[in-house]
């Protein structure tokens, strides 16, 4: 898409450094340079006033990112492209049938109702759940990777959604300020969600879960 509009050598493209690598290597294969913009801390997506701050008269487009089941702004997103004439992209997440989207609800509303000592995801308007993400908050990765190896050991599937941030990584690494990234990818964890969950299943995951509090650092 990027080069099918002209974008290519000379040009900068932004994206997000939270998540996978593979928007950074298309704007690099369109010959493109890759500018890593800062994210919302509530929903994982760019934050369009860190956008702005780096626009540049070499910037042709921006690559918008959907994550967790949550919308970037993109009114906003694309009240910037129009202003700058900029390339406006999106990449969504895989669509899930309307009773799925209903049983996560479900099981995030449980969720948010009797979790303790982490900080649930604010849900928001269409918030469908793709994955239940939750802050551990504390002095940064040693408290979520302890948290999160405590939590397997009770019995209890979770993941670091984003474990390198893309500007870290060989190839894109990037001398830049982003500091909702460093945080979401240092505290971010994420737990089941599944509409296939039982409710013994969701208890399990809040009593592991609450039983873990004093590990963690008082942090709001």
Request: proline share 6%.
């Amino acid at each position: 898409m990027l080069r099918a509009a002209g974008v290519g050598a000379g040009d900068e493209v932004v994206v997000p450094a939270f998540g996978n690598v593979e928007v950074a290597d298309a704007v690099t294969q369109a010959g493109a340079t890759v500018v890593f913009a800062d994210i919302d801390p509530v929903t994982y997506c760019l934050d369009p006033q860190a956008v702005e701050a780096v626009i540049t008269p070499q910037t042709a487009a921006l690559v918008v990112v959907h994550r967790f089941g949550r919308t970037a702004d993109m009114v906003r997103l694309r009240g910037l492209g129009q202003r700058h004439e900029l390339l406006v992209l999106e990449q969504g997440e895989s669509e899930a049938p309307y009773d799925e989207i209903a049983q996560r609800r479900e099981r995030a509303a449980y969720l948010d109702g009797r979790l303790n000592g982490v900080r649930t995801p604010a849900g928001g308007d269409g918030h469908t759940y793709q994955q239940y993400v939750v802050r551990v908050p504390g002095n940064g990765r040693p408290d979520r990777d302890a948290f999160a190896r405590a939590v397997r050991a009770r019995g209890v599937e979770c993941r670091v959604p984003v474990k390198t941030p893309v500007h870290r990584l060989p190839g894109f690494r990037r001398d830049v300020q982003l500091p909702e990234t460093e945080r979401a990818a240092d505290e971010t964890l994420s737990l089941p969600v599944d509409g296939t969950l039982t409710k013994r299943e969701m208890q399990r995951i809040v009593s592991a879960c609450n039983a873990l509090g004093g590990l963690l650092q008082p942090a709001f």
